[in-house]
């Protein structure tokens, strides 16, 4: 009975700090499961299922279950939550990702492939009244579970692995900005890719296309109701140009400014925001210029957090797969150029030396230090060691993405597609910071952009204003690091 299936139905892997009761209604998920399990044995041929586990709830947007049946075959299942919006174009965008990703790249071995799709459907007009992907058990854990206590040839077995997956994910060019879904026969034949890619891998061109971004930055919430350009995009100026014609929309949408979760906004801001977007706008044609490394359009994996990468339960941690593929898009490539997550230090503590191959020293304070403080020292000690290999692997085999770290506006290129679409929701504070990154660079970009010198910079900031940025970022950097440590003390994953 439905009764029985509770726990199958509702989150269970963790709690929220706060708004815990509208985050469950939100990840609770009701489907057929008898349904659900006759279209498994059909899958796999056997007679019944006889266990059901939940591995994971993927960042709250996803159940994820592991099925083994009485022929001893296993496999995955990913159910969404309702907090995935757009699910049916999400679905059906992620599936073609995965295929397209295992079959791009079969013979590469430096790929941590995604598990191979059995079946899938992309609405709930079907019997088990949800949308669902079935795929390929891959047996292992999260490399998360790992990640803190692992050393030496281990450590440096995972990082490689993650390291070569993003590598040759960002290896093609494509021709837009986008999403991939497969092609359908009464579509318009158009090419996947530019240059020499075009003929070499023309049978991609004809399973594949480029369609709307199912990023869930442009669809979450409210925003998925506005009507906006969602892409395809032909270029990166166009897309960042669509995220800021999209904000402006929102500023005008009650449904959007009433939403109780924008903590850091209120509505003395909305003149702030209008003038933010149009510094935004005026900026475009200095900082995306076209035909370059930077705005070029790239594979991106949305979710390279290392709960998502399995790897083997003991032994050496060489990942096996990677699971979740979902909001997966095509982006600039400098969207893409961001170290894993999971490799972050807290760099208020370390300064990384210029020769990388020297050791990080530790703070000349430590000794001094709280016993709780020096646990959490010596563990980000360790990940600067492990962003410090990363770094040295991206100079030696990525030495164009090496070269756009160097950049001193880099970080504000990296995020302003993602500051831009957030700027509701998380307050003007982070786009005031990239904004200002920009003004402090500018003859810099001036340069770069092949404009003429002595342009006047639209990033307009008083020097009141700057003073108030950089001290709102000095509180902000504050509260993140206590944060952190706070997760840290009570081992929260989120």
């Not at 797969?321 to 503590?349: H, K, R, T």
Request: proline share 7%; charged share 25%; aromatic share 10%.
């Amino acid at each position: 009975t439905m009764s029985n299936h509770a726990e199958l139905f509702s989150h269970t892997t963790g709690r929220w700090l706060c708004n815990e009761e509208t985050f469950k209604n939100l990840t609770y998920k009701r489907f057929n499961v008898e349904a659900m399990e006759k279209i498994a044995c059909g899958t796999l041929d056997a007679q019944r299922c006889i266990k059901w586990e939940k591995v994971g709830e993927g960042r709250s947007f996803n159940k994820v279950f592991l099925l083994t049946f009485d022929n001893d075959k296993k496999v995955g299942l990913r159910i969404p939550n309702k907090l995935v919006a757009n699910i049916e174009s999400t679905i059906a965008s992620e599936v073609a990702t995965m295929e397209y990703a295992l079959h791009r790249h079969e013979s590469c071995p430096t790929l941590i492939k995604p598990p191979k799709v059995l079946r899938w459907e992309s609405s709930s007009q079907n019997p088990t009244e949800t949308p669902f992907i079935l795929h390929e058990y891959i047996d292992g854990v999260p490399l998360s579970s790992r990640w803190r206590a692992i050393e030496g040839d281990s450590a440096g077995r995972a990082l490689i692995g993650v390291f070569w997956a993003e590598m040759t994910l960002t290896n093609d060019t494509f021709a837009k900005h986008g999403s991939l879904y497969f092609r359908d026969p009464s579509d318009k034949h158009e090419s996947l890719y530019v240059g020499e890619k075009c003929n070499e891998l023309s049978e991609f061109s004809r399973r594949y296309k480029i369609g709307p971004t199912t990023d869930p930055l442009w669809w979450r919430g409210a925003y998925g109701a506005l009507d906006t350009n969602r892409g395809p995009w032909p270029d990166m100026k166009t897309m960042i140009k669509s995220a800021i014609d999209l904000q402006l929309r929102a500023l005008t949408d009650i449904t959007v400014l009433q939403n109780p979760y924008n903590y850091n906004t209120t509505t003395s801001d909305i003149p702030v925001f209008h003038r933010l977007l149009n510094i935004c706008t005026s900026l475009l044609d200095f900082i995306t210029p076209k035909a370059t490394l930077a705005a070029s359009p790239t594979l991106n994996h949305p979710d390279l957090s290392f709960n998502n990468f399995i790897v083997p339960p003991d032994g050496l941690s060489m990942p096996r797969g990677l699971v979740d593929w979902q909001g997966s898009s095509i982006q600039p490539f400098i969207n893409c150029a961001g170290i894993p997550p999971d490799m972050a230090y807290d760099e208020s503590y370390f300064k990384l030396p210029v020769d990388r191959k020297d050791d990080v020293p530790w703070p000349v304070n430590f000794d001094s230090m709280p016993p709780d403080e020096q646990e959490f020292v010596t563990f980000h000690r360790r990940l600067a060691h492990r962003h410090q290999s990363y770094v040295q692997l991206t100079e030696q085999f990525m030495p164009d993405r090496y070269l756009l770290w160097a950049l001193p506006h880099a970080s504000s290129l990296m995020r302003l597609t993602h500051d831009i679409l957030r700027c509701i929701a998380d307050g003007p504070q982070p786009l005031r910071e990239n904004l200002l990154l920009i003004k402090n660079n500018w003859e810099y970009i001036l340069k770069l952009s092949s404009m003429e010198t002595g342009v006047p910079c639209p990033v307009n900031f008083s020097e009141a204003e700057v003073l108030d940025i950089q001290q709102e970022k000095e509180k902000r950097d504050t509260y993140d690091r206590n944060v952190a440590i706070l997760f840290e003390d009570i081992n929260c994953a989120e």
